[in-house]
């Protein structure tokens, strides 16, 4: 069995780093202790070992696809349909009265992580339907509950979220699937969805579309949204009925193609029902509840890919012989055999490249899920901050490890040469795997403007203000830390730099000039992202620095790395930002004809 993720780094980062043991004192989770958590994610992995893994390049080999009007998916789907709520990958994080075993939602995003390393074309299945069910005990009526929850969590029918329209793309306002009032209580609906993740296959039963539709005097744009919830087939009296929901294309991808990805068309016959869920013209506010679910979901596949494609350029990188090392004066002994390529110091670069974004990206995911598990325990002015901590995180959790998730495999694929670009080495796949994560969920440009645009000066920037306070708090615990200090005062100025680029884009707002102000919002992004991940290693390097094995050294070596060969790129990505011409505004000059 090949390593495609370190379960050593995964429990360290959980019950050493973020101290994990803490929550469950919490009465919420008062029913589990760290003994059963481990035991937990020991059997996701050995599911994962036995099941997943195997068939990770048999379902690219063999990807989903349309076959006379039906979805044909590869059959270890229907394995992971079988066992994924026994396992808590689906529903685990809900209370006890709607089903769900109360975990904490850190270990929730920590057993999908390892199920996303080991097959990343799987979990979509059951992570749509574990988000889908969360949307419907948050605002479904007890009467939808009572019939769709228990057959979600027993994962017989699938939940998607159905937001995109042809003409629309991520532009949410100009969605025009229309629901009209029925006398019964529910609404006819007619339109038609794209790219609708895992929306049909022949193992689940019937599936449930969330779905963002018009009602008549909702007003334009997204005010005037609301949402359904829009079964393929309608319960009806005691049988399940065809609801006029026609799956009419699956699109073939670069990637992820044992993942199906639909076309739905609802009311061709005119026969189409859904039914309300929350309040009326109030459903792109509930659907974030999803989508934010969504894109933590996102930013975790992005560095679950990152980490498998580390390990399987590592193994190449010890296996295969190629050159000698350079001796004094640059001279080769080639009387010598030649060194595996680990040895050479760009290999190496590349490696450590890899490792450090991967495991980076680990610990954002994993610090966003305390946060919720925070809020979920806390109350009062409490609450509120560590939901506004997630709310700000949220978009560098989707993208980061999205985007630099992508340069990581890339470098890995570069380390296997003109191998990792052949079919035979599964470089190739996590490239292609890894490239939907920086579109899905909303594209790195919607989060960049979601980032600066919005989270950064939300509540007045209390937000921002809270998040630099959990920063201080981490430099304060490394003052006189000797092996991070370095560390801590580079995180120093970067904070200060911060704050000077903001301080050059705000007046850009109040004068009015946001196309200006938003204009390198993605590089802003990447700036920011920076910061946050370099935290994150510094609260790494700080645990590391307790031990002094070569597991810890290695923490503390690649904690370096990250902050000489990525936090230092922030200087170059500050000045760009702060230079006053804006030459990706539209101009009287055309330069793109």
Known sequence: ????????????????????????????????????????????????????????????????????????????????????SELGLVGSTLDYDDGGMQLPVTIYQALNFIADAANNNMTGYTGLTSGAVGLLCSFGSQELKDIYLAKMLANEWGGT?????????????????????????????????????????????????????????????????????????????????????????????????????????????????????????????HMFYMMNGARIHVGRGGAAIATAAYYASRQFALERPQGRRLQAGGAKDTSEGQTLIINHPDVRRMLLLQKAIAEGSLALILQASIYADREKTSEGEEAARYHDLLELLTPMVKTYPAEAGRRAVDQGLQVLGGAGFCDEYVLQQYYRDVRIMAIYEGTTGIQSLDLLGRKVFMNKGASLKFLLKEIQATLQA????????????????????????????????????????????????????????????????LAASQGSSAFHQAKLHTMKFFYQYELSKNEGLAQTIMNPQRLTIVGEIEVLD
Request: net charge negative; glycine share 10%; charged share 20%.
């Open 1 to 84: 069995m090949s390593t495609y993720m370190n379960m050593d780094t995964l429990n360290w980062m959980l019950f050493e780093v973020f101290r994990l043991g803490e929550l469950l004192s919490a009465s919420r989770f008062q029913d589990h202790d760290e003994s059963t958590l481990r035991l937990i994610l020991d059997s996701v992995k050995k599911f994962a070992d036995a099941e997943l893994y195997p068939v990770f390049r048999a379902m690219d080999a063999d990807p989903a696809r349309m076959i006379d009007g039906k979805v044909i998916v590869h059959p270890a789907v229907a394995t992971m349909l079988a066992r994924a």
């Open 161 to 285: 979220m159905a937001l995109t329209e042809p003409q629309a793309g991520s532009s949410l306002s100009d969605v025009v699937t229309e629901a009209i009032p029925r006398e019964d209580g529910s609404y006819s609906i007619r339109g038609q969805k794209i790219w609708i993740s895992g929306g049909d296959h022949q193992f689940a039963e019937n599936f449930i579309h969330f779905t963002l539709v018009r009602v008549p005097g909702g007003g334009p744009g997204t005010k005037g949204i609301s949402l359904m919830l829009i079964p393929k087939f309608r319960p009806e009296n005691g049988q399940l009925v065809p609801n006029d929901v026609t799956t009419v294309g699956d699109f073939q991808k670069m990637g992820q193609r044992g993942y199906t990805t639909t076309h739905l068309v609802f009311g061709e016959k005119d026969d189409c029902r859904g039914w309300l869920v929350g309040t009326l013209h109030r459903g792109l506010e």
């Open 478 to 541: 490394a003052a006189g830390v000797e092996v991070v200090a370095d560390c801590a005062r580079q995180l120093g100025e970067q904070l200060a730099l911060n704050e000077k680029v903001l301080g050059y884009l705000m007046p850009m707002a109040a004068q009015g000039e946001f196309e200006k102000m938003l204009s390198d919002a993605t590089l802003y992004m990447e700036f920011f992202s920076n910061i946050v991940v370099a935290w994150q290693w510094l609260k790494l390097g």
